[in-house]
Every structure is written in C-alpha cells, then in structure tokens.
C-alpha cells in the first residue's frame, strides 16, 4: 500500500500496547521498529504472521481494529480471527523492582542510564523500569520501561528512541512500553506500573 491511512501511526501503536505481554518480545521490538520508521507494510506482515496461532489473545473490539490495520497490507486479515477471546486472560509472568541478582531496586546501572538519558532528550514526563519474571524458569527476567508523555507527544517517536539507546547499551529486544498522560492502559500495564522503580528525568 502506497498511502498510509490517516491515523493508522497512532492506532497501530495502540494495538500494540494491548499486545504487549502476549507477543514475543523480538517481535513486538521489531514492530515497534517498523512503525516508528513507518514501514507498515513490514510491520503488517510481521503482525499477521505473529497472530495465526492464536497464541496472542484479543478482544472482538481489537480483533477489528487489527483486521482493518491489515486490510491492504496483507492477503488475508482474517488471520487475526484465531486469537479472539470473549473473556480475557491475564498476561502471564509477574513484576517485581528488583531484578533476579538482588541489587536494591533504586540502582541505575548501564542500561538504565541509557533509558535516562535518551528520555531526557526526549518529551517523556515519568521513567519507570520494572523486572519482568516469566511464570516458569525456562526464560530470564526481562527489564521492561514504562515511559509517560505528555498528551498531544508523539509515544512512537519516544518509543524508538529509547529502544535505540537501549539496543546500543546492549539491552537485546528492548521493552518498551510508551504511553501519553491519562491513556487508560491494559492490565499488563497497570500491573508493570504497581511494581516499577521510578528513574530519574
């Protein structure tokens, strides 16, 4: 698709905060990337092949949405029907400040820094990382950012800066998770924010 829908940058990134817990951390990375470069075409496809399974779970409301995000960009938009749930499931793994060595939640190392000082040259408002744990030991600890902006900011923009800056600190496939101020979050959000450190911006 040559032209972009109007508004189709937000609603993307809005779908993908409500895939967040449920797709596979590279991917939802890679998503990112792609939509913060603009290439939906990429992130269309990536998406479409992510959801098949119906591993990922959606509501009917977002199974819609994603369906009409997909329409010109892949052959079949129904794919996204495999992961419609009437009742939603928690995301799995639980959240914690501290990180699985036990350092005190309040140190801010390399990594951290750099999520600091790319939100600093940025508009994000509120810096907080949490430690994802997995709900068996087969996958390590994973850090995930919580990054607020002021309404009217762009969180893609935020979003793939910071992913930038921690990629280049080493952070592998890094988490995160950009809102504007007053955005209702899903429940993997709102659970990530009880359990997260603030860092200083």
């Not at 290439?39 to 119906?54: P, S």
């Not at 409301?61 to 079949?76: I, S």
């Not at 060595?101 to 390399?110: A, C, F, L, M």
Request: proline fraction near 10%; charged fraction near 25%.
């Amino acid at each position: 698709m040559s032209e972009h829908p109007p508004g189709a940058r937000a609603e993307w990134h809005d779908v993908l905060l409500r895939l967040a817990g449920w797709l596979a951390d590279d991917d939802l990375t890679r998503a990112r990337e792609f939509l913060a470069a603009g290439r939906l075409d990429e992130l269309a496809a990536l998406i479409a092949g992510a959801v098949d399974t119906g591993l990922v779970p959606y509501s009917p409301g977002d199974a819609e949405r994603l369906r009409r995000l997909l329409t010109g960009y892949v052959d079949d938009p129904s794919v996204v029907d495999a992961g419609i749930r009437r009742q939603m499931e928690q995301p799995p793994g639980d959240f914690a400040p501290v990180p699985p060595w036990g350092i005190g939640p309040s140190v801010v190392d390399e990594i951290d820094q750099a999520a600091v000082d790319a939100a600093r040259k940025t508009t994000v408002s509120d810096l907080r990382r949490v430690w994802r744990y997995p709900p068996t030991g087969l996958q390590s600890p994973r850090r995930v950012y919580l990054a607020e902006t002021p309404a009217g900011a762009d969180p893609v923009e935020v979003t793939g800066l910071l992913q930038q800056a921690l990629a280049a600190a080493g952070e592998a496939s890094p988490q995160v998770e950009a809102y504007p101020a007053g955005t209702p979050l899903p429940d993997y959000h709102r659970a990530a924010l009880a359990g997260a450190e603030a860092l200083p911006v």
